[in-house]
């Protein structure tokens, strides 16, 4: 029987809407589908990954560790997990580490941390968690009922409570919300999902000052902003502040799933045995991958590259966007990026991807007004021109198809 795109809705859950095709195979930034069509991918599986399609060194890591070992479970320590624990401690200033297998259970994880240190440390008063509107945290429902979107809550029954949520980057009502009840403030900072929105560097500062008066737990939700996606090694380290606890997931491993928990020692020790747990976290095979992604993604002359691909591409976005009237203005940070819709176009972003798929240039979406691009991390120079030449084509029938 031949699969096509229809089989796909035929036998899964109707969750996602996916493009028209069905991808066979995929290299380096192209992709292939099962007619031999090929497209440019300028979003790297979500932000995930960062080394491209299938890189040599990835297969090569998998195809030797699968042969050592692949999963062993917590109840053994194993060699890749303290591997990869001791890289991303030395890299940051965290000293623990827990691994997960995606970024909302990274979130839960941290959530559960952050609920009970606040308990052991102080008292069952202080559970309150403050969040950001347009902020997303994952699909768990805890996650998911923290971050600031109801339409992906709601329906699923009574909510887990003492949460608020409050406008991103917006000090005044902030200092209003956090007080001594307050337990934990979670951010991204950038936020992707909702906008490609980075924190105001003088209000995230205000954050961590208020956070430490109030002693609440600062968590950094680096999910797409960590592994050099913003061009550090995590977001945190060009803030100029460092969070309680961070968790990340996406670009980890360039593929493979995995999710950590970063946090310090005092507040670690709150999650004894037994208190949280994943079976898969950790796995030697996940940690492996993790450990080859690090090593090459960590090094300064590779963050300056994504620094300096994404500073050169931002500008060619906005001088293209700005030809066609079609973008107000593009922001984010390093290689992660988002074209701003005009106001003229504002809604239209999913009917601006549909015309790249077209002309086989695959990138997302961060809500209806934001078209967000998220190339692999070592895209050539090439790469990304070819991919401003086919939004070019997409631009042109954009502005016809609304003209
Ligand atoms: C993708 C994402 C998540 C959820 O990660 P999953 O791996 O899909 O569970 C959480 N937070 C942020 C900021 C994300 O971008």
Redesign the pocket.
């Known amino acids: 029987m031949k699969l096509t795109r229809a089989s796909y809705d035929k036998v899964m859950i109707p969750c996602y809407v996916p493009m028209d095709m069905l991808v066979e195979r995929a290299h380096g930034c192209y992709m292939w589908d099962t007619e031999g069509n090929r497209y440019l991918d300028l979003t790297s599986g ?2 995930v990954n960062c080394l491209g399609h299938t890189p040599k060194g990835v297969v090569k890591i998998i195809r030797k560790q699968s042969r050592e070992l692949i999963h062993v479970s917590n109840i053994f320590a194993n060699i890749r997990t303290v591997q990869l624990a001791t890289k991303l401690v030395s890299l940051t200033d965290f000293e623990r580490v827990f691994f997960v297998n ?4 990274a ?1 839960e994880a941290a959530l559960k941390l952050a609920r009970r240190a606040a308990l052991e440390e102080y008292d069952e008063s202080k559970d309150e968690i403050i969040a950001f509107s347009h902020s ?4 768990t429902f805890f ?1 998911v009922c923290v971050a600031g979107q109801d339409k992906y809550s709601d329906g699923f029954g009574p909510k887990p409570g003492a949460i608020t949520h409050i406008p991103f980057n917006d000090l005044e009502t902030f200092k209003k919300t956090i007080n001594e009840k307050t337990c934990a403030v979670i951010l ?1 900072p950038v936020q ?2 909702g906008g490609i929105i980075p924190v105001d560097p003088k209000f995230i500062k205000e954050v961590r000052a208020l956070c430490d008066k109030f002693h609440a737990y600062l968590i950094f ?1 680096e ?2 902003t960590g592994i050099g996606r913003t061009g550090t090694f995590f977001c945190y380290q060009h803030t100029g502040v460092v969070p309680d606890i961070l968790t990340t ?2 670009g980890l491993a360039s593929g493979i799933p995995i ?1 950590a928990v970063l946090t310090k020692e005092k507040i670690a020790k709150h999650f004894g045995p037994g208190t949280h747990g994943s079976t898969f976290g950790g796995n030697a095979l996940a940690c492996a991958v993790g450990c080859h992604v690090v090593d090459i993604v960590s090094k300064p002359a590779f963050l300056e590259k994504v620094r300096d691909k994404g500073a050169q591409f931002e500008q060619d976005l906005l001088a293209l966007g700005k030809k066609y009237g079609v973008f107000e203005s593009v922001r984010g940070e390093g290689l992660l990026l988002g074209c701003v819709l005009a106001d003229k176009y504002k809604g239209k972003s999913a009917a601006l991807q549909k015309l790249c798929f077209k002309h086989k240039l695959l990138v997302l979406l961060a809500g209806a007004d934001v078209l967000r691009l998220a190339p692999p991390l070592n895209i050539k120079k090439q790469h990304l021109k070819e991919g401003l030449v086919l939004l070019e084509k997409a631009l042109n029938d954009f502005t016809l198809q609304n003209s």
Do not use: C, L, M, P
Not at 102 to 105: A, C, L
């Open positions: 979500i932000a995606s970024g909302t259970e979130n997303f945290h994952g699909r996650s991204e992707g999902e939700d999910v797409q997931a996406k999710g």
